[in-house]
């Protein structure tokens, strides 16, 4: 069966700009998980959609937001760019969030 | 917040040799998985392993839930097995959302 695919794979912005990162999960899965990696932070949680609704926000800006469909398709939008969103980020995809996590392979944003 | 002690830090291993990564938590998890991170970024699946002991080829792991830990066997090490690896789980406390904790990672080196 299809693996989770993340949307585009990399991604150049400028300061200043918005950008929204898409997430298609298992098929089945209802639960889907952002997670930002950089080399200074390591992998930190963004939040968590289960049946549309974020059940779980880590500890970032308002700037960061997402939203999930009822395919459970998931997207993630940053405003306002910085240099410091330069990161990978990754969505992980389960079937009711506290089970086995299956990640896609990631969308590489650089802000410049 | 829970924290993840992943052990060492940085490994680097004759190909053929064996090895063993820890993980430490500083508090009851659930579900713990055991994941290798390859150079394009993803996070490639390993072990779910929530306790026990469960073997994979040239890998296994083993989970004490109650000592909160999980170890990595690693033997016969290929070259193919360099990369970042993580042993993320669920806090006890959190419920059924999806928030994995990471630690830092474990990165190996195999030298052919």
């Known amino acids: 069966k299809a693996g989770v695919t993340q949307t585009p794979r990399y991604l150049i912005k400028t300061r200043g700009q918005q950008v929204t990162l898409s997430c298609s999960p298992i098929?089945?899965?209802?639960?889907v998980s952002w997670y930002q990696q950089t080399p200074g932070q390591g992998l930190q949680f963004l939040f968590e959609y289960f049946s549309e609704t974020q059940r779980n926000k880590g500890n970032f800006p308002g700037r960061f937001s997402g939203r999930q469909f009822s395919n459970s398709r998931s997207e993630m939008n940053v405003s306002t760019l910085e240099l410091g969103d330069s990161a990978l980020y990754l969505c992980?995809?389960?079937?009711?969030?506290?089970?086995?996590?299956?990640f896609g392979q990631g969308t590489r944003l650089t802000v410049v | 917040g829970i924290q993840v002690e992943q052990s060492p830090p940085d490994l680097i291993l004759q190909e053929g040799a064996n090895s063993t990564l820890r993980c430490n938590f500083s508090?009851?998890?659930?579900?713990l998985q055991w994941f290798h991170q390859n150079p394009w970024g993803q996070l490639i699946n390993l072990f779910y392993i929530p306790s026990g002991t469960k073997q994979n080829g040239r890998l296994s792991a083993t989970t004490v839930a109650t000592e909160r830990y999980s170890l990595l066997y690693i033997s016969s090490s290929q070259t193919t097995d360099s990369g970042v690896y993580f042993c993320?789980?669920?806090?006890?406390?959190?419920?059924?959302?999806?928030?994995?904790?990471f630690g830092q990672g474990t990165t190996l080196q195999v030298k052919p």
């Open positions: 992980a995809s389960s079937l009711a969030g506290h089970t086995e996590a299956f």
């Open positions: 098929s089945g899965h209802r639960s």
């Open positions: 993320p789980a669920f806090h006890h406390g959190s419920g059924n959302t999806g928030k994995l904790i």
């Open positions: 508090d009851s998890v659930n579900n």
